[in-house]
């Protein structure tokens, strides 16, 4: 039964050469990417692979943060502050949200958690197990979802606000010009391992004819 790179070689236009360059590779990490991007050549899989979106994310957060980070340095007293209160008000709601959150999670739980020990009541050996399970469930989630309580995160001092937002800013564009290497180093590796691939299949299948 043929697969769906095998399909096509008993077809009359059926080209060795393509099928090798174009077709099996996208099965490896090299090219995994583009294995459901349909028909594609030598020259746009090359294409693909150099306009590499992970490359150009990083670049742009990196040229982003760098210029968040000189504008924080500048930014006036008057202009943090108001930032600064926006964040402690959006703070307190999320942490009285997830709060609120919580409670009615913790409400629901516990009402199953008592139908299931009512169940329990003369239940037969396999379905208190089941029921056993269920509720150990239960309590695994409840131990670990509802015992937990947010910090609420308040800035009061302009200044140790600002240098909040720099250390931040900082670590933001730190990341991203590391990652932004990554990428590139790794974009580079696939270009040349599949050009490397491509000169090796032509000059062999060469030698075969």
């Given amino acids: 039964m043929p697969t769906g790179y095998t399909a096509q070689i008993m077809e009359k236009d059926f080209d060795l050469k393509k099928w090798l360059v174009e077709e099996l590779p996208r099965n490896f990490g090299l090219l995994i990417s583009l294995r ?7 020259k746009q899989i090359l294409k693909e692979l150099e306009d590499d979106n ?38 307190v709601n999320r942490v009285k949200n997830y709060v609120k959150k ?5 409400k629901k739980f516990n009402e ?9 009541y003369g239940a037969n050996e396999f379905v208190n197990k089941v029921l ?3 509720i150990s469930q239960i309590d695994q989630t409840a131990d670990y979802d509802f015992k937990y309580v947010p910090e609420l995160v308040q800035f009061i001092d302009v200044n140790k606000y600002r240098e909040f937002l720099i250390k931040k800013a900082t670590q933001d564009v730190i990341y991203h010009q590391e990652e932004y290497v990554k990428a590139l180093d790794n974009r580079n590796e696939r270009v040349e391992i599949y050009k490397q691939y491509i000169k090796f299949i032509k000059e062999n299948l060469k030698e075969m004819k």
């Fill in 36 to 42: 459901d991007s349909g028909k594609l050549d030598e």
């Fill in 102 to 106: 919580n409670e009615k999670g913790k």
């Fill in 132 to 134: 056993d399970f269920g």
């Fill in 112 to 120: 199953i958690k008592e139908k299931l020990i009512k169940l329990k």
């Fill in 54 to 91: 992970v490359v150009e994310y990083h670049l742009k957060k990196m040229k982003k943060t760098k210029k968040d980070l000189a504008s924080i340095k500048i930014k006036s007293d008057t202009l943090l502050k108001k930032e600064m209160d926006k964040i402690n008000k959006s703070e």
